[in-house]
């Protein structure tokens, strides 16, 4: 397993960018790649992704220096394990609700001692064929990142319990996701969300797992970065369309 820069990042206080995508292209990943994004995550929750796609996305992203990470559907042990073998080198996990459930996270991601994951010559161990198991399983126990969702009113409540998890990296806030648990879908900016998004806030430590959150643009993302957040990602979509019809308007009536 490679060196996680992004996590190493955080571990030194840092902010870091990323990139959410949704298709399953190893090339779109790889011309992003020349962007400069700390990391790219592969949308396997909302995305059309699966484990063969995250395969080849993760050898694109480690061709220009980009942590690859996975955002899966579940919080299911065999559904993290086939992602995680891919060579990913961290996850996002949605819908974490208590300390048992992010407790289940970190048992699927993690080898023993810490976890229960399962061990095999997979892409992510170089087939067996580097070095011994019992090294490799050391470094990617400390390598692989842990970013779980909250999204909810109840995990909001349970968020002290579950901060004391330990192998979390990021708790992170996703405002659509929220708005929705709330009964308010798609008004992130409605006063009861952003009152619950605060809490979170207020609850995440500086020391400890990073805030984490999904930002539409850059002034958002500059915002949140002096609200504490320190793990950052927006949508290619969010990024991509205004460019477009910014470049189109202009084509089409001038500056």
Sequence with gaps: ?????TK????????????????????????LGYCGWDFICF???????????????????????????????????HVILRFMDTGAHGLHVPMINSAAEAEAVVQAV????????????VRASDYGQGVPLSEYIAKANAETLIAIH???EAAVNRLPEILKVP???????????????LGLPGQQQHPKVQAIMQRIVESVPREGPALGIMVPNAEAAHAWKNRGARYITV????????AIRNYLRIAREGA
Aim: proline content about 8%.
């Design 1 to 5: 397993m490679r060196h996680n820069t």
């Design 8 to 31: 190493e990042k955080l571990l030194n206080g840092q902010t870091v960018f990323g990139c959410f995508i949704r298709y399953p292209n190893a090339t779109l990943v790889e011309v």
């Design 43 to 77: 949308d396997g929750e909302h995305g059309m992704i699966e484990p063969a796609d995250c395969e080849q996305m993760t050898r694109a992203a480690e061709l220009q220096g980009v942590t690859p990470i996975v955002r899966v559907p579940v919080n299911q042990p």
């Design 110 to 121: 993690k080898y023993q001692p810490r976890g229960s994951r399962g061990l095999a010559g």
């Design 150 to 152: 909250i999204e909810t």
């Design 167 to 181: 192998g979390l990296d990021v708790i992170f806030i996703g405002p659509t996701d929220l708005s929705n648990s």
């Design 235 to 242: 949508t290619l979509e969010n990024v991509m369309n205004p």
